[in-house]
């Protein structure tokens, strides 16, 4: 008799502790809740009523009603498919030369002593504190034919004519290039400080050769940070305007100079907005294809 009533006891005293934990954690998410108010608040603000906004609007024709005019008419027309082709193009060889040039030098800031790689890095910072559009026209005076470039080389009798470096695709690669730098050394260098210089010396005391042991042991450690800084570059290039616009000078046009025109000098919304769409779906899905090759291949974005 003594043994059920103290197991009954037993039973309910674990019964009011559960219900005790639930009800705190009923309280936790309720206030976990309550501090992401604002935030989801501000998300919908920002990006989901703008971009359901856009959505909407890419479907209103010229007429006023509904419809996939808009669609139809970048599937069909030439110049839509010639125009995300540079701009996927243009992206793509800027990511490219990104990566060719900031992984030595991330990889010659991480081998630096702490108080000179400090250093070095506000040579890495320092075009963050200039305006975008302050330094393309700095790089429009450096390129044009009669620019300081071209005067020096001239003057040094190294060419005779000047160099095609302004208004055309390689001007527009090199001031995207410059404004894109620091968006992949700056996650690269974070994942380079990262791994154990120890691993290295191991890799050499078992007999790897330096070039060896930084192909097989380094590298790899250091993908996740250059799969996500290159990712970074890719995407930010695809919506760039004022670089194209001035340094191009009309020969490379991307998408987001047409979306421009289509508002601007045809007040087309739903066109503009079309576009829209179509690249942030392109974007998503190439997004979505690096994350799926990168969890086939082991890779870095979890």
């Known amino acids: 008799m003594t043994d059920a009533i103290v197991t009954q006891f037993q039973s309910t005293a674990s019964n009011h502790h559960r219900e005790a934990l639930k009800r705190q954690r009923r309280n936790e998410n309720l206030a976990l809740f309550g501090l ?15 971009v359901g906004l856009m959505t909407f609007l890419s479907f209103v024709g010229a007429d006023g009603g509904l419809g996939v ?20 193009g243009v992206a793509f060889v800027t990511t490219a030369i990104v990566v060719l040039i900031g992984y030595p030098l991330a990889y010659f800031l991480s081998q630096l002593p702490s108080r000179a790689a ?18 393309t026209y700095a790089w429009l005076i450096l390129l044009q034919n009669r620019g300081i470039i071209n005067n020096t080389l001239i003057h040094l009798g190294i060419i005779n004519q000047p160099l095609a470096l302004a208004n055309n695709l390689t001007g527009t690669l090199i001031g995207m290039v410059h404004v894109m730098l620091p968006f992949l050394v700056l996650p690269l260098y974070g994942s380079m400080k990262t791994v154990d210089p120890s691993l290295m010396s ?9 070039s060896r042991a ?20 890719f995407v930010l290039c695809l919506g760039f305007y004022v670089t194209p616009a001035v340094l191009g000078g009309g020969r490379v046009i991307m998408v987001a100079m047409r979306i421009d ?16 769409v179509v690249l942030i ?3 998503a899905t190439l997004l979505l294809l690096a994350y799926w090759i990168s969890r086939r291949s082991g890779g870095g974005l979890k």
């Open 36 to 50: 992401s108010v604002p935030g989801v608040l501000i998300y919908v603000l920002a990006l989901v009523f703008p």
């Open 202 to 210: 191991a890799a050499s005391n078992l007999g790897a050769r330096p």
């Open 118 to 135: 400090n250093l070095a890095m506000l040579g890495v910072l320092m075009p963050f504190w200039t305006a975008v559009l302050v330094r």
């Open 214 to 233: 930084f192909w097989d042991v380094f590298f790899p450690l250091s993908l996740p940070g250059l799969l996500s800084g290159a990712l970074m570059v």
């Open 69 to 88: 005019e808009n669609y139809l008419r970048i599937w069909e027309s030439p110049i839509y498919g010639e125009i995300f082709k540079v701009t996927f």
């Open 281 to 283: 779906l392109s974007t």
């Open 261 to 276: 025109a289509n508002v601007r000098l045809y007040s087309s919304w739903g066109a503009a907005s079309a576009l829209g």
